[in-house]
């Protein structure tokens, strides 16, 4: 599924290709970064290399990042059974880790369909620097691992204050410490598990019953933000994505359409022939969401939105230390029509929004969700640790 | 009907910083081979991330500070959306929301007295590239790219197209005395808000904004060209005024429509997630404002900001007298560019054949300006208006009476004198009392009056004789 397999041991990391890599093209998926070669690497691939870690290759992604898995990638097959390809490696054991950039779920959903770990770290603490950036307020690079410890490893690594990204935090490196979950309580949000299906319920409930074992207190609760969440992500992530994307123009790399007689034609048919209807959905979104007359009601309210979201989420976060939901409605999905791509993505996208609206950390393993509040990382390695290891 | 101008200027200044607004490129200059400064961040391609350049958040600081302005402590940038090839990301990045410095004013000095123009903000931004068109293709050069800019925006507050030109100047010569910009050929560029009302009227007329001029003398040009637009639209209904953005031809000197209302484009101004808020705290405003340069000398900024010359500015800084005279000239009404040739130049060179240098000059402010204003008002040529001046340095003459014996005037009418003499009487009931009451020098401020009503045109020794008679 990599099409830039080398030789695949050890230390190897996947990275998405979303993140770039120098010398090998990079195309976020899209035809109209058909042939981009980057002149530099992101931030996370050099600390990886300084530290003797093997880049091994790139995994395909759907245009960028914006679809449920992967599946729409414009340089791989769709298969019958959906999954993403940086987390079907790490599962394969094919890799060590991978990377991927979190942005609207596909990569938490695609690693609780493969059953590997993922974090989506708090937003600020890992470089962006080298990330094919779409919705630059919320997206964060995440790793694919087979386990909690192994998530560790590669967070101490690329983790850390980056002076060429504006939005890295000023810390040098975070605590991803394992220790006893003993004592912690966390929540299930149940609006969120009464959206999924009744194996996702049986995997949240295998791992509710591990964390019991483990002397961690669990209980249901209700906290209605997660539709509100959705929406106001799906704003600013549409509104961000058209901006950021509106430099794929056909004038200077990539994507150039044969036919045009005008500048005004190059654009457009360059465009329309560069980009897969959802990303054109989405563009289509996102300018109307900021359009003069739209601005005040949706771009700016969703602003306010992720204010109090994050104000009630921290709330919550002063009775418990996490919560669990799953990570998608379904243990598997099945090839779709890329027509109704946008509302099946908003659909799903309710399990993930809050993360990459509020800057949160989540944490999917064993095919389910754990978030807490901002830099609370450690705490949720630690409570999947116990469950993974739970003979232990 | 009489009309009003009434004029609001936006004006881009290039700042001299050694690297570009968010990237280290070096700045560029006319000498660099198109896309030599450029890297991947201000060419668009995507991984990189803007990164706040210090220098320019320092400079905008000083520019604020030197045109009085409120820093704003939080500072914001947005993202302007609109497709160009010369714009690599299909956005520019400026600030809307939060500019860095607003509620400026800056004072002018021009023929009509002091005027003081509010600066409604200034804003930092990075600039375009360009596009270079040779025959079948165009070319983009990205060396301009995300060079840093600063935009300062006023309130409508010019009345004619001196005081525009005399505010440019005056930014100019701060600007390059503080550091902030060279404003070399092109790096100061202006979007000119032009209307025109009635006269006494409150309500402002139609705008239209004339973009992207660089040039002081197209400017004014421009200016006169739409303001007289405006007004045969007003008067004689030539056309109906609609607001609308054009350009100055300068081949043609017309200025022509480019967009109205319905086509402009929405910009979609957003905030740009990549670049945190700056906050300017009190330390930082400090450090700041010690750095700022020692305040320039107000008197050469405003004999730079009326287009004297830096030579000509020197002459006058170091001789008072001369720079009295020049000052007294100009307050009567004559244009300050004018009054330094005369000076300078002109008496300069008369006092030169005899041996005599500007210190020997002993001509009354009276008898130069009664010279320069009938060249002024085309009463007399300026050789005609030389040899009055070579007459009157060397014998002492009377300006008008010489003329008028030398045959040098086409047109004088006198009879005019008495009638404003005996109004500005009646409106100046204070000097007249003062006046009478002994204070002998309150004639001057009369006198003074008396010539600024006649613009010049009266013998200055008639009005003075008049002018004690009727004061008896």
Redesign the interface.
């Known amino acids: 599924m990599n099409y830039y397999r080398t030789k695949c041991d050890g230390g190897n990391i996947a990275v998405d290709d979303t993140i770039?890599v120098k010398g090998m093209e990079?195309s976020?998926g899209s035809k109209i970064?058909e042939g981009?070669k980057?002149?530099?690497s992101?931030e996370v691939a050099t600390r990886l290399e300084s530290k003797g870690y093997n880049i091994a290759g790139k995994t395909h992604v759907g245009e960028f990042g914006l679809d449920l898995l992967g599946e729409f990638s414009h340089y791989s097959e769709k298969q019958d059974a959906l999954k993403g390809a940086a987390a079907e490696l790490v599962a394969q054991g094919t890799v060590k880790a991978a990377l991927g950039v979190d942005m609207n779920g596909s990569t938490r959903r695609a690693a609780a369909i493969s059953g590997v770990d993922f974090l989506k770290p708090t937003y600020g603490t890992v470089s962006?620097?080298?990330?094919?950036?779409c919705a630059?307020?919320g997206e964060q690079i995440g790793v694919y691992a087979p386990s909690a410890l192994g998530i560790k490893e590669i967070m101490d690594v690329i983790a850390g204050h980056d002076?060429?990204?504006?939005?890295s935090l000023r810390n040098e490196s975070y605590d991803y410490t394992i220790s006893d979950a003993a004592g912690k309580k966390v929540c299930i949000v149940k609006e969120l598990l009464e959206k999924a299906d009744d194996e996702t319920k049986a995997r949240l409930n295998a791992f509710t019953d591990g964390l019991r074992a483990k002397g961690v207190m669990v209980e249901e609760i209700s906290f209605e933000i997660f539709e509100t969440a959705n929406t106001a992500w799906q704003i600013l992530m549409t509104?961000?994505t058209c901006?950021n994307i509106?430099?794929y123009?056909g004038?200077?790399?990539g994507h150039r359409a044969t036919e045009y007689k005008n500048?005004d034609e190059l654009?457009v048919n360059s465009r329309t022939e560069g980009f897969n209807f959802l990303t054109k959905a989405v563009i289509l979104y996102g300018?109307d969401v900021?359009?003069?007359n739209r601005?005040a009601d949706c771009?700016d309210k969703s602003?306010k939105v992720r204010r109090v979201l994050c104000e009630k989420f921290e709330k919550l976060m002063e009775n418990y230390d996490a919560i669990l939901t799953p990570a998608c409605s379904k243990t598997a999905y099945n090839r779709f029509d890329i027509h109704e791509a946008f509302g099946k993505v908003f659909e799903e996208s309710v399990f993930t929004a809050l993360a990459n609206l509020i800057g949160i950390p989540a944490l999917v393993s064993g095919g389910v969700q754990l978030m807490g509040k901002h830099f609370s990382e450690s705490m949720l390695l630690s409570l999947a640790d116990c469950v993974e290891r739970k003979g232990e | 009907m009489n009309y009003e101008l009434v004029i609001g200027l936006e004006t881009h200044v290039e700042l001299s910083t050694e690297s570009k607004i968010f990237c280290s490129c070096g700045g560029h200059s006319a000498a660099n081979e198109p896309n030599d400064c450029v890297c991947p961040a201000c060419s668009g391609m995507p991984g990189m991330l803007p990164v706040m350049n210090k220098r320019v958040v320092e400079l905008a600081v000083t520019a604020g500070l030197m045109l009085n302005c409120d820093i704003n402590k939080y500072t914001t940038f947005d993202k302007k959306n609109y497709y160009y090839p010369d714009l690599p990301c299909a956005y520019q990045i400026t600030q809307l929301n939060h500019p860095i410095c607003t509620n400026g004013c800056v004072t002018l000095k021009t023929s009509a007295g002091s005027r003081d123009i509010r600066i409604k903000q200034i804003h930092m931004e990075e600039d375009a590239g360009k596009l270079v068109h040779g025959g079948k293709y165009s070319y983009v050069d990205f060396n301009r790219t995300s060079v840093p800019l600063i935009e300062i925006v006023t309130q409508p507050d010019f009345r004619s197209a001196e005081e525009v030109v005399t505010y440019l100047n005056k930014l100019k010569s701060m600007f390059r005395s503080g550091g902030i910009s060279e404003c070399e050929e092109g790096a100061m560029r202006c979007d000119v808000n032009i209307s025109v009302r009635p006269e006494g009227s409150e309500a402002f007329g139609v705008r239209t904004e004339i973009k992207n001029m660089s040039s002081f003398e197209a400017i004014e040009r421009a200016i006169h060209y739409e303001a007289q637009r405006h007004m045969d639209a007003l008067e004689f209904e030539t056309e109906e005024l609609v607001q609308e953005t054009r350009r100055f031809d300068d081949a043609s000197g017309k200025t022509m429509a480019m967009r109205n209302k319905e086509t402009e484009s929405d910009y979609r101004y957003f905030p740009d997630a990549n670049l945190m808020p700056i906050i300017i705290d009190d330390a930082w405003l400090d450090e700041i404002k010690a750095k700022k340069p020692a305040a320039v000398d107000e008197k050469a900024e405003d004999y730079r900001a009326a287009g004297i010359s830096e030579k000509e500015i020197d002459m006058l800084i170091s001789n008072h007298k001369v720079s009295k005279l020049l000052d007294d000239i100009v307050a009567m009404g004559c244009k300050a560019k004018d009054a330094a040739a005369w000076i300078l130049t002109d008496c300069a060179g008369i006092l030169r054949k005899d041996g005599k240098t500007l210190n020997d000059l002993t001509i009354t402010a009276e008898k130069l300006f009664a010279v320069t204003s009938m060249v002024d008002r085309g009463d007399i040529n300026r050789n005609a208006g030389k040899k009055i001046l070579i007459a009157i340095i060397e014998d002492d003459v009377d300006p008008v009476a010489y003329c008028k014996e030398k045959g040098l005037d086409k047109k004088f009418d006198a009879s005019a004198v008495e009638a404003v003499i005996e109004k500005v009487i009646a409106e100046n009931t204070q000097s007249v009392q003062d006046y009478k009451n002994g204070k002998v020098k309150a004639i001057q401020a009369l006198f003074g009056a008396c010539m600024k009503e006649l613009k010049g045109a009266g013998d200055p020794a008639v009005i003075k004789t008049v002018l004690e008679e009727k004061l008896k």
């Not at chain 1, 962006?128 to 950036?133: L, P």
């Not at chain 1, 002076?163 to 939005?167: L, S």
Request: charged share 20%; no cysteine.
């Open positions: 770039l990079a976020a970064l981009f980057p002149l530099f992101a962006r620097y080298g990330v094919i950036s630059a307020s002076d060429k990204d504006g939005t509104a961000e901006n509106s430099r123009d004038v200077k790399f500048i654009y300018s900021l359009s003069k601005y771009y602003l």
